[in-house]
């Protein structure tokens, strides 16, 4: 069964950076495009970032372009997502996907996500 594992979240103060991983196993990683999600506390989960097979195209949502930075490690199964200049509102459970390419709206996999608590 596929399983998507994130790692990297933590406690980090205003202005601070994360590194997020997220590692598949049992996935043909490299055949799909790999997003990442937020879900904030009595909010709805939106999209943060999207990278393709390849990790030659890449999208972001409005509020985190310029201080997000998706990748991608096809022989290690494995993407990532730098965080940098860390806001309070960024503050959220960030979920890794598997999905047919960036633009998908819909995902065939998920994982069970990562706690980011930006403090103020």
């Known amino acids: 069964q596929v399983q998507l594992a994130e790692s990297g979240g933590g406690l980090v103060q205003a202005g601070g950076s994360l590194r997020l991983s997220c590692a598949a196993s049992?996935?043909?990683?490299?055949?799909?495009?790999m997003h990442w999600f937020r879900q904030a506390p009595g909010k709805e989960r939106e999209f943060v970032a999207a990278?393709?097979?390849?990790?030659?195209?890449?999208r972001y949502a409005e509020s985190v372009k310029g201080r997000f930075t998706i990748s991608r490690d096809n022989a290690k199964n494995t993407v990532f997502m730098q965080m940098n200049s860390l806001k309070p509102e960024d503050t959220a459970v960030y979920y890794c996907?598997?999905?047919?390419?960036?633009?998908?709206?819909?995902?065939?996999?998920w994982g069970k996500g990562t706690l980011v608590t930006v403090s103020s």
């Open positions: 990278i393709s097979r390849s990790g030659g195209i890449s």
């Open positions: 049992r996935l043909a990683f490299s055949t799909y495009a």
């Open positions: 996907a598997a999905g047919s390419s960036v633009d998908s709206g819909t995902m065939d996999y």
